[in-house]
């Protein structure tokens, strides 16, 4: 079973920067897309960034272009989330979420989650 943990979440001020990881294991991490999203209170669960299991493409939603960052080291199981210049209005709860298929191609089907980890942005 795979199994993702989120962490490096907490209270920033605006203009600040954090930098997410997450951690697989019990799986082929090498062989997995990966992505980030996130849920602000009352809304949806939004898109952020994804990176191909090999690393070598990488997708943003059009807020996280140029401020966000996704990487991963298949080393160390473990995929990114750079992000600067944070805005109150980032202020959510950030997902890790995993696509199993053995080297998928874009657009990915993410069916394995993380916790999450809450980032707060103060202004």
């Known amino acids: 079973q795979v199994h993702l943990l989120e962490s490096g979440g907490g209270l920033v001020q605006a203009g600040g920067s954090l930098r997410l990881s997450c951690a697989v294991s019990?799986?082929?991490?090498?062989?997995?897309?990966m992505g980030w999203y996130r849920q602000a209170p009352g809304k949806e669960r939004d898109f952020i960034a994804a990176?191909?299991?090999?690393?070598?493409?990488?997708y943003y939603a059009d807020f996280a272009k140029g401020r966000f960052t996704i990487s991963r080291d298949n080393a160390k199981n473990t995929v990114y989330l750079q992000m600067n210049a944070l805005k109150p209005d980032d202020t959510a709860v950030y997902y890790c979420a995993a696509d199993l298929r053995t080297t998928p191609v874009w657009p990915f089907s993410f069916d394995s989650w993380g916790q999450g980890t809450q980032v707060i942005v103060s202004s």
């Open positions: 019990g799986g082929t991490f090498s062989s997995y897309a």
């Open positions: 990176i191909s299991w090999g690393g070598t493409q990488t």
